[in-house]
C-alpha cells in the first residue's frame, strides 16, 4: 500500500499515521521526523534545515526531495505511508514523476480537514515522547501517568510564532496541492475532528471506497 495523509500541521497526520503503520506493517515517512533525526544527528542536512524549521518555513525542495528519494528507495518503493510530504506543487511534482518511473503509483490520499482555531489548540499542547515517537495531547490524549516527565518534549515549533508562521505556509504553497491530487491520484477528504479512533474509521472507510490495494484483509 502507498499512501499519502495530507492536510494542514496539527491536523492529526502522525497520530493517524501511527495506527495505519500498524493496521497495514507500512514504513512510516515523515519528513518532519526525518529532518528532526538528522537534526539531533548533526548531519549536514539536519544543520541546513534548522534554521527553517525554527522559523516555521519549508526547507528547500531540492534538500527534502533528496532525502524522500533515498528513504523511498530503501524500502523498494512500496508498503509506506507519506506524512508531510509533499508540501509544495514542486515537490508533488517531483514525487508524482518519480512514482510514474518506478512505476509504483499511489493508492489513496486521504487530506484531514481541521479548523485553524482547533489547530493552535492542538500544537500549542502536543508533546511527544522522546523515546517511543509517541504523539500526546496534554488535554486531548494525555500521555501515562507513569511516564516520567523528561521524556516528554514540547517541540520548539510549537510555539505561537511558529505555528502561526506553518498555518500561513501551509495556506499559501501546500493547500493548492489538494486540486493536483483530485487530479492525479485517488484522492478523498474527510473530517479531521473528532475522537482519534472515530478519525480512523474515516480513513479506513475512505480507503475502501477508494479500493485501496490491501485493504480486503482487514474488516
Ligand atoms: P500532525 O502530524 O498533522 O502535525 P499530530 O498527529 O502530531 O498532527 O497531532 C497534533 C496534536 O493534536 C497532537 O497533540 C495530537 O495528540 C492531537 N490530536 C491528534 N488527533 C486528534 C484528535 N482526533 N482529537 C484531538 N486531538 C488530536
Ligand atoms: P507538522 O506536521 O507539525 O507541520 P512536521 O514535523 O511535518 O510538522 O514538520 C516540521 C518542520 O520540518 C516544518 O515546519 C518544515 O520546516 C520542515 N519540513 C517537514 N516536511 C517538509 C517538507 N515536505 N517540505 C519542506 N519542509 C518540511
Redesign the pocket.
Known amino acids: 500500500m502507498r499512501l499519502i495523509?495530507f492536510?494542514?500541521?496539527?491536523?492529526?497526520?502522525?497520530?493517524?499515521?501511527r495506527q495505519l503503520v500498524e493496521r497495514f506493517h507500512l514504513k512510516q515517512i515523515?519528513t518532519?521526523d526525518l529532518f528532526r533525526a538528522a537534526l539531533r544527528d548533526e548531519t549536514p542536512v539536519g544543520l541546513e534545515a534548522k534554521g527553517y524549521m525554527d522559523r516555521g518555513e519549508l526547507v528547500p525542495d531540492s534538500v527534502v526531495n533528496k532525502m524522500v528519494e533515498e528513504a523511498l528507495g530503501a524500502i523498494g518503493n512500496d508498503h509506506y505511508i507519506l506524512?508531510?510530504f509533499p508540501r509544495t506543487t514542486e515537490q508533488a511534482r517531483w514525487l508524482l514523476g518519480y512514482l510514474d518511473e518506478h512505476d509504483a503509483p499511489l493508492d489513496a490520499v486521504i487530506s484531514?480537514k481541521v479548523d485553524p482555531e482547533l489547530i493552535v489548540q492542538?500544537?500549542s499542547?502536543?508533546?511527544t515522547d522522546k523515546e517511543t515517537g509517541a504523539?500526546?495531547?496534554l488535554d486531548?490524549?494525555p500521555p501515562p501517568a507513569d511516564l516520567p516527565a523528561d521524556r516528554l518534549v514540547h517541540r520548539s515549533d510549537d510555539q505561537p510564532d511558529a505555528i502561526r508562521t506553518r498555518l500561513g505556509v501551509y495556506e499559501a504553497d501546500t493547500r493548492p496541492l489538494a486540486a493536483i491530487f483530485e487530479q492525479e491520484a485517488r484522492f478523498a477528504e474527510i473530517d479531521?475532528?473528532?475522537?482519534?479512533d472515530?478519525?480512523q474509521g474515516r480513513i479506513m472507510d475512505a480507503l475502501r471506497t477508494l479500493g485501496a490495494r490491501g485493504i480486503e484483509a482487514t474488516s
Open positions: 495523509l492536510g494542514p500541521p496539527g491536523a492529526g497526520k502522525g497520530t493517524q499515521a515523515s518532519g506524512d508531510g484531514l492542538r500544537l499542547r502536543r508533546r504523539i500526546y495531547h486531548f490524549n479531521g475532528v473528532g475522537e482519534i472515530e478519525v
